[in-house]
């Protein structure tokens, strides 16, 4: 009898499955600092032609649209930060408290609830293995009314500096199953650059992989002109050259460089530097030929 009662309490007893992940569909936004907020807007706006919009997270902070559900986000310079300029990245879910208590599942530290910004934004934040700050943004309804960029209307992928690989793929791959894209480096058989998509969806996180004793944060003796190349993001584009066309004959180039080339992915890019050295990295949907040190292993971003 009492073999009995224990089974039946056993079977009443409410098994606690694991919850499914919400979609995670694409890139949201960079968040990056400004040590002078007019110089950034002038290079956001008149620059690479972003939308200025009110912050719905953070009021000392404007946003800079490229599309409805995707911006850059530009903060005031903290005093004291030094030469960092990344304060976090952004992805889109669709359900950002059902994201929230999945990870919480999965032990990753996150908040008691998700905020809700004065757009009607939904969003939390965590930290990766190493520290990076990442977001999650469940886009508000309706979205804001963002005239087509000429320019570019996809950002369509963020990287940042990382020191371990393995390490920070418990987090983008083991949790969040983010899969892989294309990895590659100055040196063929070395991978130093690393790109993996979001789970339901095209766009895409670049690990920056940089060696050293440390195993978080900008190293030691790198300049805030490297830092800002490493930690960047990309638009996409559907042509290199009507790109630059654009930028040139409206004159949209003062104080920049470089000119376009052929990265180590075979994708047509060109640079471009915000007033803090972050780099805006304006790049083709796809490659133009064979890259380099591994092929791609999913499908490319499209416009």
């Not at 920070?168 to 993996?196: C, M, N």
């Amino acid at each position: 009898m009492r073999a009995l009662i224990a089974l039946a309490l056993l079977t009443a007893t409410p098994a606690f499955a694991e919850p499914v992940r919400p979609p995670i569909t694409g890139v949201s936004h960079i968040a990056v600092y400004s040590a002078d907020m007019a110089k950034s807007e002038t290079f956001y706006t008149r620059n690479l032609g972003g939308v200025k919009q009110p912050n719905g997270e953070n009021p000392e902070g404007v946003r800079y649209h490229f599309a409805p559900a995707q911006f850059v986000e530009v903060l005031p310079l903290p005093e004291g930060e030094g030469i960092n300029r990344l304060d976090h990245v952004a992805f889109v879910t669709t359900d950002a408290e059902g994201l929230r208590a999945y990870l919480a599942f999965k032990k990753v530290v996150v908040p008691a609830t998700v905020s809700q910004g004065t757009d009607g934004s939904l969003y939390f934040s965590v930290t990766d293995p190493e520290g990076n700050v990442v977001e999650f943004v469940q886009p508000p309804k309706p979205l804001p009314d963002i005239p087509v960029n000429p320019l570019s209307h996809r950002m369509m992928h963020v990287g940042f500096i990382i020191h371990n690989r393995a390490k920070q793929d418990t987090f983008y791959r083991d949790i969040l199953e983010f899969k892989p894209y294309w990895a590659g480096g100055f040196e063929e058989h070395v991978h130093t650059w690393i790109s993996i998509q979001v789970p339901e969806g095209r766009d895409w996180l670049e690990y920056m992989l940089v060696s050293g004793p440390e195993t978080q944060g900008i190293p030691p003796g790198m300049s805030q002109k490297i830092a800002g190349i490493l930690n960047h993001f990309a638009l996409g584009v559907p042509n290199i050259r009507d790109s630059y066309t654009l930028l040139w004959n409206e004159n949209r180039l003062t104080g920049q460089e470089e000119l376009p080339k052929i990265g180590r992915d075979a994708k047509w890019q060109l640079n471009l530097f915000d007033p803090d050295g972050t780099r805006a990295e304006v790049m083709e949907f796809k490659a133009a030929g064979k890259p380099c040190c591994s092929p791609f292993t999913a499908e490319d971003p499209e416009p």
